[in-house]
């Protein structure tokens, strides 16, 4: 394969210069024909040119099953999870209308499947049994300022009593000790009791460090006069005896401005066979935006994310068990903005490139580093190009997974900034000292950029918007093929649809990738009129499915065990290069932790080929893989599933 972006590159360069030739001996009348509709459509649907370039369609699902898609895994039945909730509709929400599709992409089939809750702005990841892990989601949407009528925000409440917890109900009311105002919770709250601290030294009992609990509470009228502008101690009204003394309520300014989306702490599995949503327990903290990564041990990391009351998740981490499906907090805190790009590293840590998809604090937690999630220790990763434009960015383990490389690719200013990069950024993590330097460019600066490793060790990055949101008619229609091995990046087709915010990418199992998603704010370059959800499927052929005929693959086992190894027919025996496993994706906000591509070391003995997998547990995490097996040519296999116990 060494010099399979060279064979690339020529046959590139020599078709480009017989256009260029033939343009030359062409009289005026053929030019105008070369830039009209009909001569492109001829242009792009040559074979030279798609076995150079690869192909786009659209795919557009009967009304009946069209919903605004914000997430989308690859299950191992090879069909696709396309999940909406609400699909960042507010009369969905309040009609409590919660929309899933699972779609099979070779028979082009469709079903809806329901849905429990809204599951709009969940975290999702690969379990090793085949199941997909999905928690968090939306309890209430976003109210702008202007449309808050009743002040409000966070109430945090004490409990002094260090021998019982407390628990108060919905519609408990708190009186301000200064203002006098009083506000409503929302919601129950359960505060833990207060915990005795004594001397190390002496063992005296010096204080009780009360118990604390979160909740949204709000003004029991509408008008601005019930706003706060300074912290003030609450009563709690309706308690009695002790518990007057010792819980009590502290708030700072509960006020008419932006209320953010609130977090559900729900949690599902997916069970692809069934094709239906199975209950487990709850995470212990609401979260809207998290990031759910798995771990060395095959747990799950869930991380950051909007609570329940509208406002980040204090570094309060957690993981869930797959055997018992329960979650238990991480000893220590550490904080990330919402969406974090995270990976497990080959030595077990976590690696955070960086980019978010934007809600938290500007100067915490935005800086890449590898993370020691056991002992809390963070190592900062430096030499980031652009570093205060990482928000809605993508972040890709470049193939191989053994190389240990990470890509980020473009990203904006924080919150709602013009600012966007051109710039890709790659961190070798395997070097004594890594830093981040500069890989190729892309010709604009780019927002939410879509990227899928594929079975040839090329990466597909396609799409985004240079503005916020596809703000001024900015969506990108340009799609480009990086080649890993030789670090250069050249331009393909250009996709059909442009996409930007709630967008993502999915490789699927016959080497075609597929797109899904895309929020504009506007419709217009004005940006006066409101924009619409892209509903639209699109499919990118990649040029290398144009090049003769896919190598075959059969035969072979179901389950291949670290370390050992697993023999498969194929007619193409001969002519076979690569092998390599790749993880199904997991896909929102451009954000995918879950895909990579391992290679595996592979023999060819006549018509038998034999695979055999890498021993590291963290390199090759439990679950089910897409084999493909790739031939001189650059073409790969249709994929056989594998699981990797």
């Known amino acids: 394969m060494n010099d399979r972006g060279g064979r690339r590159r020529a046959r590139r360069l020599a078709i480009g210069t017989v256009v260029v030739l033939a343009l030359a001996g062409m009289n005026g009348p053929w030019l105008y024909r070369f830039g009209s509709e009909k001569y492109h459509q ?7 040119y798609k076995a150079e370039n690869g192909k786009w369609e659209v795919v557009e699902f009967p009304d009946e099953y069209k919903q605004n898609t914000i997430h989308a895994a690859l299950l191992r039945t090879g069909k696709v999870l396309l999940v909406a909730g609400s699909g960042n509709d507010q009369d ?19 079903k809806k499947v329901p849905t429990p809750t809204d599951l709009f702005c969940t975290g999702h990841t690969q ?28 109430m945090v409440v004490h409990n002094e009593n260090p021998d019982k917890p407390i628990t108060l109900p919905a519609g408990t009311k708190f009186t301000g000790k200064e203002n006098g105002k009083t506000f409503v919770s929302k919601d129950p709250v359960l505060v833990p009791r207060a915990e005795k601290v004594f001397d190390p030294e002496t063992g005296e009992f010096l204080r009780n460090d009360p118990g604390l609990g979160r909740i949204y509470v709000e003004a029991q ?13 609450y009563r709690v009204q309706g308690l009695s005896g002790a518990d007057t003394r010792n819980t009590y309520g502290i708030a700072e300014k509960l006020a008419l401005d932006k209320k953010d989306f609130q977090g559900i702490r729900d949690a599902y599995e997916f069970d692809p066979i069934a094709e239906k949503y199975i209950k487990v327990d709850p995470m212990n903290e609401a979260r809207w935006y998290p990031t759910l990564t798995t771990l060395s041990d095959g747990k ?3 991380v950051s994310g909007l609570d329940d009351i509208g406002q980040l998740v204090p ?4 993981v869930y068990d797959p055997e018992t499906q329960t979650w238990e907090y991480t000893e220590e805190v550490r904080q990330f903005p919402t969406y974090p790009a995270l990976f497990l590293m080959q030595n077990g840590k976590i690696f955070y490139s960086g980019a978010n998809a934007g809600y938290g604090p500007d100067d915490v937690g935005r800086d890449p580093g590898i993370w020691d999630v056991e002992t809390n220790e963070f190592t900062e990763v430096p030499g980031m190009s652009d570093a205060n434009m990482l928000e809605t960015a993508n972040s890709v383990l470049l193939p191989p997974a053994q190389d240990e490389k990470y890509m980020v690719i473009g990203g904006g200013g924080v919150g709602e900034s013009q600012l966007s990069s051109e710039k890709t950024r790659i961190a070798d993590l395997s070097a004594d000292d ?19 490793v594929l079975p040839d060790d090329s990466v597909l990055i396609s799409g985004g918007s240079e503005d916020y949101r596809g703000r001024g008619d900015s969506n990108i229609l340009q799609a480009h093929m990086y080649d890993a091995e030789t670090n250069s990046m050249e331009r393909v087709a250009d996709p059909l649809v442009g996409r930007n915010y709630h967008s993502g990418s999915i490789l699927l199992p016959d080497g075609r990738v597929m797109f899904f998603g895309s929020d504009s704010l506007y419709a217009d370059k004005a940006n006066t ?9 699109e499919i990118y052929t990649p040029p290398y499915l144009f090049q003769g005929a896919q190598p075959t693959l059969s035969g072979g086992p179901d389950t291949i065990e670290r370390g050992e190894s697993g023999t498969f027919t194929s007619q193409h025996a001969s002519s076979l290069e690569s092998a390599r496993l790749i993880r199904p994706s997991a896909s929102t906000h451009v954000t995918d932790v879950d895909q990579r591509s391992i290679a595996l070391d592979m023999e060819v003995s006549g018509d038998e080929v034999t695979v055999t997998v890498p021993e590291n547990r963290n390199l090759v995490q439990a679950g089910w893989y897409m084999l493909f097996v790739t031939d001189d040519q650059g073409t790969p296999s249709e994929a056989q599933w594998v699981q990797v116990p």
Do not use: C, H
């Not at 085949?130 to 949407?141: M, P, V």
């Not at 009228?221 to 101690?233: F, I, L, R």
């Open 42 to 48: 001829y242009q792009i649907n040559r074979p030279e």
């Open 92 to 110: 969905n929400f309040d009609a409590k209308q919660f929309d899933t599709r699972i779609w099979d992409p070779v028979k082009d089939t469709i």
């Open 127 to 154: 379990l090793a049994n085949g199941n997909l892990l999905i928690a968090g989601g939306t309890k209430r949407y976003e109210k702008l300022e202007g449309d808050v009528t009743k002040a409000g925000g966070l």
């Open 221 to 233: 009228k509408s008008g601005a006069e019930y706003e706060t502008g300074t912290q003030d101690n």
């Open 300 to 302: 799950v990391l869930s």
């Open 315 to 318: 570094g309060k981490n957690e």
């Open 434 to 452: 890594p830093k981040f330097v500069d890989g190729p460019s892309l010709e604009k600066g780019t927002r939410y950029p879509m990227a899928s």
């Open 529 to 537: 009129k409101p924009g619409e959800f892209e509903q639209r499927i």
